[in-house]
Each structure stands twice: as C-alpha cells, then as structure tokens.
C-alpha cells in the first residue's frame, strides 16, 4: 500500500515539473553590443553605443597587436568589463539599469588617447 502512494506521488510531481517546464525554461532578453578596437591607433570603432536595460552581452574584439579592454562606468563607480586582450575576441556579462554609462579602454594613456565613448541603456 505504501508502494501505491509513493508512486502517485511521484507521478504528480513529475507532471507537475513537465507542466512547469517549457515556462521555465524560456531565456531572459538579454541585449547584446559589439564593439571593435581597430587595428591601427587608439580607438574604437564607435563613439557610441545602445543597449536595453537588463542583461548586456558586450562582444569585444581587438584587431590590434596592441592590448586593450572595455570597461563601463558612471563617474567613477565601475559597473565592469571585459578582460584585456590582443588580437581576439571576449565577452562580458554585465546587468545595467536604464542611463547613460562612459565606455573606455583602460589600458593607461588609452582613454585619453580617445579610447573611449558613451553607451546608452534604455
């Protein structure tokens, strides 16, 4: 008798967690940003970018031999970035509410060379 009521329960639960499934599983949107440091001299290839608020994917690729990174900021709190890199590509992760953020290359003398530039997240 007690193998009869452990084995409904289990059926219940396993329906349960199948009915909940697909709901579940459904992927958050997640906004995604690309942006490039060109081969020759300090700079990227945009001075501005837009993304949705909530999760941001931020695709990175270098094309030079010379190391750089991306780094996102308001003022001086830092929300983060990618790793520094030469000649590659790497991705970021990072949650942003709704603003206007600073982007730049933190590699010294870079951000001030004109490695830098505003995203926008709304």
């Not at 997640?30 to 060109?38: D, G």
């Not at 270098?62 to 000649?87: A, C, P, Y």
């Not at 206007?100 to 003398?109: H, I, Q």
Request: charged share 15%; hydrophobic share 40%.
């Amino acid at each position: 008798m007690k193998l009869a009521s452990i084995l409904a329960v289990a059926a219940a639960l396993a329906t349960a967690v199948v009915a909940a499934g697909p709901a579940a599983a459904q992927p958050s949107s997640t906004s995604v940003i690309k942006l490039t440091a060109m081969s020759q001299g300090l700079m990227y290839n945009t001075k501005s970018l837009h993304a949705k608020a909530g999760k941001i994917k931020l695709v990175f690729t270098n094309q030079s031999m010379l190391q750089h990174d991306v780094r996102i900021e308001i003022g001086e709190k830092e929300f983060g970035g990618t790793k520094k890199i030469t000649k590659g590509t790497t991705t970021a992760y990072l949650t942003l509410k709704k603003g206007k953020y600073n982007f730049y290359c933190s590699v010294a003398g870079h951000e001030d060379a004109g490695m830098k530039g505003t995203l926008t997240v709304s």
